[in-house]
């Protein structure tokens, strides 16, 4: 059983559209995330959620909106999509506090806008 | 910015060499905590080792901590094929309660040759 799980893997669309990515975590932790990783490797938080409730947003325009409906869902939707979205976005989970085990990752979503 | 920095950027050894990674960190934090990245896969949890911590193992790992310097190292004995991929140093702020988040180094990616 995948702990976190994202999909899809692969989203390839156009600029101007609108996407969705959704992330699901069995681990029952209290707090999820969004993160960015740019072809450079760099990884960068966008969003954090714990119990439903927006804790962090790091300074991420108004076109990417996460919704979490219940602790164990962390979905981006991404509006007006830009050639510079194109990266891949990993959700993660942790116990509240970031717990003594560290976060767990999904396996990324490449998103290519062209 | 606050993303730490990792040396060296890449890293080729031959199987059953050590391998060591240093990272360097901007402000205090809680925690440290290391992880290993495959090609076109998502972040798995390596180690973490606490701010009053000074060196932790695992297995064939071995983290050092040195907060006056603001410094760690992971050090990977009897390299493996399969320990090819990439290597984060994350921090932890630790802001208290559901706020914290981890900032990744820029990343070392090690080539293990057969």
């Known amino acids: 059983d995948t702990a976190v799980s994202q999909t899809p893997k692969y989203l390839v669309t156009q600029m101007g559209n609108d996407k969705s990515i959704k992330c699901e975590q069995n681990l029952g932790h209290d707090t999820m995330y969004w993160y960015k990783q740019d072809s450079k490797k760099f990884l960068k938080i966008m969003f954090s959620?714990?119990?439903?409730?927006?804790?962090i947003n790091e300074t991420v325009p108004n076109r990417f909106s996460p919704k979490s409906p219940d602790k164990a869902h962390l979905n981006l939707h991404i509006n007006s999509l830009e050639l510079g979205d194109s990266a891949v976005y990993f959700c993660?989970?942790?116990?509240?506090?970031?717990?003594?085990?560290?976060?767990?990752f999904g396996s990324g979503t490449r998103l290519t806008v062209v | 910015s606050q993303q730490g920095e990792e040396d060296p950027q890449a890293l080729s050894i031959q199987e059953g060499e050590n391998a060591t990674m240093n990272c360097s960190y901007k402000t205090s934090i809680n925690n440290l905590q290391w992880y290993r990245q495959n090609s076109g896969r998502g972040l798995v949890h390596l180690i973490l080792?606490?701010?009053?911590?000074r060196e932790k193992h695992s297995g064939r790992l071995r983290v050092t901590l040195d907060t006056s310097k603001k410094s760690s190292s992971l050090l990977i004995t009897a390299s493996r094929a399969a320990d090819t991929a990439s290597y984060f140093c994350a921090t932890d702020k630790g802001y208290g309660g559901a706020t914290n988040k981890l900032i990744f180094g820029t990343g070392t990616l090690l080539a293990v040759q057969p």
């Open positions: 080792i606490r701010s009053n911590e």
């Open positions: 959620y714990n119990n439903k409730e927006l804790i």
């Open positions: 993660a989970s942790s116990q509240t506090g970031g717990g003594i085990y560290g976060y767990t």
